[in-house]
């Protein structure tokens, strides 16, 4: 079995994702065979991943934050990486992804009683992660002083202590106070639990940090643990695509560029990394919109993205007039972009016959596109290859989808993937749906595109982006952190 680390933080969104990405950069770079591995993750921001052995099955669905870290380690992304994954639906209920099949679905209170038996799933795949490898970077999830779920606890240190990782606990001083979420993780930890920590680290620290001397000195006499390092804002990591929802209420704005793209932020919204290539292009700005607000009026490009509940969020969709946005937007001679569900809510309806997503079985589309779409219980999980038929590019991606989507406009397919039409586009040619995730990372389409809204494409490698971005984060981490010290303690 591989020697393993684990990251936990002191509580949710504070840069763990980021770290053990940059970590096991820093132990490929040395030449290790590292893996990543988080045995939980709530996200709907998603990727399609390998599944060992299953030869007939398109893919399965892990968070996109292990999809990344595989990258940093150099290796193919797995289901194994992520054994469970919760893909949220409604504000007390998920669908639950085992091994990257639908397991189910389940309300909060039902899964806490569900943990026991996923438990043997999240430690086949820790096995099987483990194998042939030199050492494996766990991260964990929200954080281990949450003892009110500890008892079934799958994800911290219900795994810690089963599986026998030693544990480096992650503190972000930027919202403040971590002095007491360190000592106070310290205090509330029963003994078991407490004795699996083996230093903590400082995240996204801003300015001089020697004016932190007093806080350390303070933690240690709180806690007794070693510091491993404070590690500066990490000004790369804005360059890495985002697998949490809580960063999109700081990208409601963006700096004035020559094109704006409009992304109104639907309450279910998923994978809207799909957004991060446009972002890196110079002349283009990209606006999450949040619920409340209405889609601006200077918008060149509405996309409406991802969901995971499409009837749902084309409910509130309306709720916040965001139709009558889009309507006015298309009158001035705006173009749409509709990717998954997204492509579902532009057609004239959108049926759940089954009652998939809810209880609500059908609502009316927005009408920009001369289709219906109806839910199936079979759901399409692949990654793909395609080509553009506007922009004679090639594309390379993946779907994650229930439905399907028929209707006049789809004469007009916006991609061949794998040699089968898809999505459709209305008669003026200016709205475009897809079901096909990553379009925008291609270069090629990406550079025609924003040519036929009349900007320049800035001729950017997206993935050798990524690539860069990473090994900045590395650099960074090498020189902030004791990584020799934190590698020497895994076991």
């Keep these: 079995m591989a020697k393993a680390i684990m990251l936990q933080g002191t509580g949710s969104d504070v840069g763990k994702t980021v770290l053990v990405a940059g970590l096991c950069r820093v132990a490929r770079n040395r030449g290790l065979k590292v893996r990543p591995f988080k045995p939980q ?54 669908q639950v992804i085992v091994q990257g099949k639908v397991f189910g679905e389940a309300r909060a209170r039902d899964y806490q009683a569900l943990k026991g038996r996923l438990m043997d799933a999240v430690l086949d795949s820790w096995a099987k992660v483990g194998e042939g490898a030199d050492l494996v970077i766990v991260e964990g999830a929200g954080s281990p002083a949450e003892i009110n779920l500890r008892s079934r ?20 001083i930027d919202r403040g106070g971590v002095i007491a979420s360190v000592a106070g993780t310290h205090l509330i930890l029963p003994e078991e639990d407490r004795r699996m920590i083996v230093g903590y680290l400082i995240n996204k620290f801003r300015g001089d940090v020697s004016l932190f001397d007093d806080g350390l000195k303070a933690i240690e006499k709180f806690t007794g643990w070693r510091c491993f390092g404070v590690v500066p804002w990490l000004k790369a990591a804005v360059r890495l695509p985002s697998e949490d929802s809580v960063v999109l209420e700081r990208l409601a704005s963006g700096e004035t560029r020559a ?9 279910r919204i998923a994978n809207f990394d799909d957004l991060d290539p446009l972002k890196a292009e110079p002349q283009v700005e990209v606006v999450f919109v949040p619920p409340g607000k209405p889609l601006p009026a200077d918008a060149g490009l509405v996309v409406i993205p991802g969901s995971k509940s499409t009837i749902g969020d084309l409910l ?21 972009v509709g990717i998954c569900g997204g492509f579902q809510m532009l057609g004239r309806m959108v049926r759940d016959p089954d009652g998939i997503e809810g209880s ?59 040699g089968v039409e898809d999505g459709a586009i209305s008669a003026d040619g200016k709205v475009i749906g897809t079901y096909m995730h990553g379009l925008f990372g291609a270069d090629g389409f990406r550079g025609k595109f924003l040519e036929s809204l009349g900007v320049r494409g800035g001729g950017i490698d997206y993935r050798a982006e990524v690539e860069r971005a990473l090994d900045e984060v590395a650099a960074e981490l090498e020189t902030h952190l004791d990584c020799d010290a934190i590698f020497s303690l895994a076991r």
Excluded at 318 to 335: F, Q, S, T, V
């Design 41 to 94: 993750n709530m996200s709907n921001n998603a990727a399609v991943a390998d599944i060992p052995g299953d030869n007939n099955h398109g893919g399965g669905e892990i968070g996109r934050a292990q999809w990344l870290q595989a990258i940093a380690c150099g290796a193919a992304p797995s289901v194994h990486m992520n054994p469970v994954l919760l893909k949220p639906q409604t504000d007390v209920g998920a």
């Design 360 to 418: 609500v079985t059908e609502a009316e589309g927005l009408g920009l596109l001369d289709i219906e779409t109806v839910m199936e219980p079979e759901k399409t999980v692949r990654n793909v290859s395609a080509r553009s038929v506007p922009f004679d590019q090639p594309l390379a991606g993946y779907e994650i989808h229930l439905g399907r989507t028929t209707g006049p406009d789809t004469r007009r397919p916006s991609a061949i993937i794998n």
């Design 153 to 172: 606890d799958i994800a911290n240190m219900g795994f810690a202590t089963r599986a026998d990782v030693p544990v480096v606990l992650v503190g972000d």
């Design 259 to 267: 094109l704006k793209v409009v992304v109104p932020m639907l309450g």
């Design 316 to 336: 509130k969709f309306r709720e916040n007039g965001w139709d009558r946005d889009l309507a006015a937007h298309r009158k001035r001679g705006g173009h749409v």
